[in-house]
């Protein structure tokens, strides 16, 4: 929670910029595909540039910790929640342009627009590149910083050039040869808020690739856990092998710890069966991790990013 002294001249400044709400010590689990997660000390939705250009300076001023939460489907909050402040766009963030340039598109999306609805517009629009994005439940940032991918083909692929603004509120533009993707990672610098994410698609045949979403569409459903809430895969997959694969040969399919489970369907889901503890969850984790290293040498590293306070393990 925020101290009496600091929280009401920063609370008050926000609350005073335009196009920005600020919710006390809101809780964070309805903001996440896990359904689990404490509060933020201050939850900030921002609707436009000019008020996340007012907000991030003002933060830096009260030196307050900022974490930027999408859609929240690849993120584990703790269970005593997130210090300092937790930005969540919306409003002018959900917007999209699409520019045709000879054989190819350029696509000009703001960072909380969903994957999802990108994807499905464009196959509806004959743009294609984009498809192996289908079931992707995350916002083009969240996408972006992750560098999400899947079917053999990742974020990395598409991406133009992507706009932010730096932790003391300033913009900065990184074209194509300045970017550079891991598995499942940015080399963005620490404190940068993606604010747009331009794409580049190709002009394709629309059936060809409707049909081509509706494929990979299917192949989700068939190897996916549904019905209760995740996180998507909670680990990388090591070099050459599936971190699924080696958590189930570890014996650790079905396991569980108080409401948290291994998914029955696919070893590398962790899912919440009802009120499950962030803590829990992260428990999980650690026997995996523990168990795959013991019996197969080999070292599991989390997909999933832990926000907010976790206590020493
Ligand atoms: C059922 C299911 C299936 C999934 N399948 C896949 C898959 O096939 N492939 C895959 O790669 N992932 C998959 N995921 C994981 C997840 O959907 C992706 O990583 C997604 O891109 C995360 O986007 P998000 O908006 O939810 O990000 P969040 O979870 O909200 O955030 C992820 C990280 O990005 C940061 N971030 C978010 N927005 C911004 C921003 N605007 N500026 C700066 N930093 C930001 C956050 O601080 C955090 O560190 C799946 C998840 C689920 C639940």
């Not at 331009?198 to 068939?222: M, Q, Y």
């Not at 399919?253 to 962030?278: E, Y």
């Amino acid at each position: 929670m925020p101290k009496e002294t600091d929280e009401i001249p920063l609370a008050h400044g926000l609350k005073l910029i335009p196009g920005v709400k600020v919710k006390i010590a809101e809780p964070l689990a309805r903001y996440t595909s896990m359904k689990i997660g404490g509060p933020a000390d201050y939850f900030i939705e921002v609707e436009t540039d000019e008020g996340l250009s007012c907000v991030l300076p003002l933060l830096h001023r009260y030196g307050t910790a900022v974490s930027l939460l999408g859609n929240g489907s690849n993120a584990l909050i703790s269970d005593r929640g997130v210090r300092g402040a937790v930005i969540h766009l919306v409003g002018e963030f959900r917007k999209v342009e699409w520019r045709e340039e000879g054989e190819t598109v350029c696509v000009r999306v703001g960072a909380a627009y969903a994957v999802t609805q990108l994807v499905r517009a464009a196959a509806r629009k004959g743009y294609g590149g984009l498809e192996f994005a289908e079931g992707i439940p995350g916002t083009a940032g969240g996408a972006l910083v992750m560098n999400a991918g899947a079917y053999g083909s990742e974020f990395e692929k598409v991406v133009d050039q992507v706009v932010g603004l730096t932790r003391e509120g300033k913009t900065i533009h990184f074209n194509r040869p300045e970017l550079t993707f891991t598995y499942r990672g940015s080399n963005l610098p620490a404190g940068t808020v993606v604010t747009r994410v331009c794409l580049r698609l190709r002009k394709e045949e629309a059936t060809r690739v409707s049909s081509k979403v509706s494929e990979l569409v299917a192949k989700r459903k068939s190897s996916q856990p549904s019905g209760y809430p995740n996180s998507g895969s909670m680990f990388r997959n090591p070099a050459g092998d599936f971190a699924g694969r080696l958590i189930e040969a570890a014996g650790l399919k079905g396991k569980r710890i108080g409401q948290s489970q291994i998914s029955a369907r696919h070893a590398n889901f962790i899912v919440n069966l009802g009120g499950a503890k962030a803590e829990d969850v992260r428990r999980l984790m650690e026997l995996a991790r523990a168990e795959v290293k013991e019996q197969f040498g080999i070292e599991l590293v989390p997909e999933v990013r832990l926000l907010g306070e976790w206590s020493a393990s």
